[in-house]
């Protein structure tokens, strides 16, 4: 969602500000705003639109604190007006998440005398901070956080204090300390450089950062203790390195990505923490995993696998859905959560309430500081590295590794190698599908058509999924993914010249029925092109494809890993034929972390 970045006790605040807005704006770039102290004083500028839009302002600026904010538009839309910081009386505030009884106590604000400039309902927050200051800071944000319903990250600034102070409730933020300089930001890339050690604020604390000292507090004004750690470097801030987007440069980490995942297994002895697990709840009775988005995909790809190998009922739920419903879990339930971020909103509260009913929860995600990896019982890590195009792509493959390594975990003996073997077995197989897969032409079809439909059976349905989210998502080109059979049962009223279809085929003993979906199409005036393993497609459909992708062939648990591959080559070089930023789709943010 939303970036925050924070300083004191530098040089230039506005400079460190902007290039943390820089390195945080994969979390937002509707808009972009700085606010700095100058001589007691708060001054700010804040524009509408990416980063960039706001370097000339910011290079006016001094001071030696200040605050910094890219947005992703919830409550208002993008605007000069809406963009933050807020500034009201002696403070300006930033802030990530939602207050969810704005309206409330806006309304109280506004019948007190206040006067608001924003459609934000981030706004109240200053307003509140107003209210109750006369002359303590530390009085004045306990009062006004406890005032607050939702979520939110904060780092305020006050005219009358040389610092900041960063406010932590179900959203991420991150504190640190760098030759005497103190920082905070969202996340972990943005203090890269500048931090040379971290603490990651719990829910319910307060950091008054001054004077070259952080001090903690809780909301009700009782200490905490600080302590830092080395900034990991996995967590260093990423760059191009001379490719042209971050999408295709993290399409080419593939292969270390699933190598440093399987490593990690290993070292943080993910086998045996699991087999003990399995052995003190006498067995698992079921699994649920459960995800947004991609993560939902790699997970209903496990799903699949899951069932299959332990015999057991394995399914894969959406986040959103799951906190809503009352789900048949409990203690001989595994649940596991799956996010890239570990900071998904939805996963979050839904692995909280899996907790609750009992199951047993773990969580797979590239983020080991995360509110997730909080929740767990264990974090089976993702070692993807710092991912910044908005779209998932290595994570994506670092999750399908991770999460055949748990299953395989709890089968045990010649499961267990026979994955690990293979995994180690497919860094070669991601590096060829890069190399060689020849993707312009399929790309360029999917430029000029009206829609796209992605259609697989088994575990060629999940990644027929991942494949029509990553096309819509980066070029905006309409269409869905679906069983191959479902097909036929409404969907096929699409289907025309102006359509097209791309049949994912890997699974050997599916393919005739998959190739029997696209006869249908082709009966219906529609045109087809075919991503397949070899011996999974008949001769006579690669003939009559209009783009035919080979992949190399792998055990199925781990085919997703490679047959997404060209499927994200494919949304990729759509969207530079279009025009479109893959890095930065519209609308979209990298972490979500509100509903």
């Known amino acids: 969602m939303c970036g925050i970045i924070g300083c004191t006790g530098v040089k230039c605040a506005s400079e460190i500000l902007y290039k943390g807005l820089e390195d945080l704006e994969y979390r937002g770039y509707d808009s972009a705003g700085i606010a700095v102290l100058e001589g007691g004083k708060i001054i700010s500028v804040k524009k509408q639109g990416r980063v960039c839009a706001l370097k000339r302002a910011a290079e006016q600026l001094g001071g030696t604190s200040g605050i910094g904010h890219t947005r992703w538009a919830t409550h208002g839309r993008p605007s000069d007006e809406n963009a933050h910081p807020h500034t009201y009386g002696a403070f300006s505030v930033v802030h990530n998440g939602i ?61 009358g204090y040389e610092g900041f102070v960063a406010v932590k409730y179900r959203n991420p933020i991150i504190v640190g300390v760098g030759e005497g300089a103190l920082f905070a930001a969202s996340d972990m890339p943005a203090l890269c450089g500048l931090a040379e050690s971290v603490a990651v604020l719990k829910d319910g604390q307060i950091a008054f950062a001054s004077e070259g000292k952080i001090s903690l507090c809780d909301f009700y004004g009782r200490p905490a203790a600080l302590t830092l750690s080395p900034i990991p470097p996995a967590a260093r801030g990423a760059r191009l390195g001379g490719f042209p987007h971050y999408m295709i440069k993290e399409i080419n980490e593939i292969p270390a990505a699933v190598k440093n995942t399987v490593q990690a297994f290993a070292e943080e002895k993910c086998f045996s923490a699991l087999s003990r697990a399995a052995k003190k709840r006498g067995g698992f009775g079921d699994i649920v995993l459960c995800g947004c988005g991609t993560a939902y995909h790699s997970a209903l790809a496990a799903a699949y696998h899951a069932e299959e190998l332990l015999k057991i009922p394995s399914r894969a739920e959406t986040a959103g859905e799951f906190r809503y419903r009352n789900s048949a879990t409990g203690p001989k339930t595994l649940f596991i959560a799956v996010s890239q971020s570990g900071e998904t909103v939805d996963t979050v509260e839904a692995a909280r309430a899996a907790k609750e009913a009992g199951a047993y929860v773990v969580a797979v995600t590239n983020v080991p500081y995360s509110a997730l990896t909080g929740i767990a019982y264990m974090s089976v890590p993702v070692r993807a590295g710092t991912e910044v195009c908005v779209a998932a792509t290595k994570s994506y493959c670092g999750q399908i590794a991770a999460l055949a390594l748990i299953i395989a975990s709890l089968k045990g003996g010649s499961a267990y190698s026979r994955t690990l073997s293979a995994l180690k077995g497919i860094e ?144 990729y070089r759509t969207a530079v034929i279009l025009g479109r930023d893959p890095d930065k789709p519209r609308n979209l943010a990298k972490s979500v972390t509100v509903e």
């Open 99 to 159: 207050i969810e009884n704005y309206a409330k106590l806006k309304e109280e604000l506004i019948e007190e005398g206040h006067e608001f400039s924003s459609h934000t309902d981030s706004e109240v927050v200053v307003h509140l901070l107003a209210k109750y200051y006369s002359g303590d800071l530390k009085e004045a944000v306990l009062s006004a956080v406890r005032q607050l319903k939702g979520s939110f990250a904060l780092c305020i600034l006050c005219a």
């Open 428 to 571: 070669a197989g991601c590096a060829a599908a890069i190399s060689d897969c020849a993707v312009e032409s399929a790309a360029r079809a999917c430029a000029s058509s009206a829609g796209v439909y992605f259609i697989g059976r088994g575990i060629d349905y999940p990644v027929a999924l991942e494949g029509s989210l990553k096309l819509k998502e980066v070029s905006y080109v309409p269409g869905e993914g679906y069983p191959a059979g479902e097909l036929k049962h409404g969907t096929i009223a699409l289907i025309d010249g102006g359509t097209l279809t791309i049949a994912i085929m890997t699974e050997r003993t599916l393919g005739e029925k998959t190739a029997s979906a696209v006869e249908q199409i082709y009966s219906r005036g529609g045109r087809a092109g075919v991503v397949y393993a070899e011996g999974c497609a008949p001769p006579e459909l690669l003939e009559r494809a209009e783009f035919a992708v080979k992949v190399p062939s792998f055990a199925s648990c781990l085919s997703p890993i490679i047959s997404v591959i060209p499927l994200q080559l494919i949304a």
